[in-house]
């Protein structure tokens, strides 16, 4: 086979990779509208959820999503009036809102349709492989398109592991991390 055959071959599997993952994703998305949230709440419960203490905040949120601010704002305050968030001033910065869900948000997360999803992935795949691949993907759109990449504070430039007291610190916020907080999403990711 020619080298360019095989380039066509690999782009004609990458492209059905890609219709598949947005076919599951609108299949997930229908599942979740069959509670009382839309996909977008899903998706905002979700993010909520996985992020640490400097990444749940309306601006976070957004730019996760590549939204904007109008968009994700009339999504929490739908999370909010349903009982599922509640947001609160800032500690750091009092002109903010930081974002946490509340008992009834984390046991609707119970409900959720994409946990079924990932054990199907996991039991026909190498689901480690195929997440990474589909990380180094997202990670190449995000450079292209100039968002941020987001990820675990264990994975960032900035996470240190000689803090004292305590395991571990943020260099670029200047606050300690706990081993929870390491394994969370974050806005500052680098």
């Known amino acids: 086979m020619s080298r360019k055959s095989s380039e066509s071959l690999s782009l004609d599997s990458a492209r059905r990779a890609a219709e598949l993952i947005g076919r599951l994703?609108?299949?997930?998305?229908?599942?979740?509208r069959a509670g009382d949230m839309n996909p977008a709440q899903w998706e905002a419960l979700r993010y909520l959820a996985r992020a640490n203490r400097f990444s749940r905040t309306p601006a976070a949120v957004a730019e996760y999503f590549g939204s904007t601010r109008g968009t994700v704002s009339q999504t929490l305050i739908a999370l909010e009036e349903k009982g599922y968030v509640v947001k609160r001033a800032s500690v750091r910065d009092r002109r903010s809102l930081d974002l946490a869900l509340t008992p009834a948000g984390e046991a609707a997360l119970a409900h959720d349709a994409l946990p079924e999803f990932a054990a199907m992935l996991a039991a026909?795949?190498?689901?480690?492989?195929?997440?990474?691949?589909?990380a180094e993907a997202l990670g190449g759109v995000l450079a292209?398109?100039?968002?941020?990449?987001?990820?675990?504070?264990?994975?960032?430039?900035?996470?240190?592991?000689?803090?004292?007291?305590?395991?571990?610190?943020?260099?670029l916020l200047e606050e300690r991390l706990s081993p929870e907080d390491a394994e969370l999403i974050c806005v500052e990711q680098a």
């Open 25 to 32: 994703d609108r299949l997930a998305r229908s599942s979740a």
């Open 124 to 134: 026909g795949t190498d689901a480690t492989g195929l997440a990474d691949r589909l």
């Open 144 to 171: 292209k398109r100039g968002g941020k990449p987001f990820g675990a504070c264990k994975t960032c430039r900035h996470f240190r592991t000689d803090a004292k007291p305590g395991p571990y610190r943020c260099a």
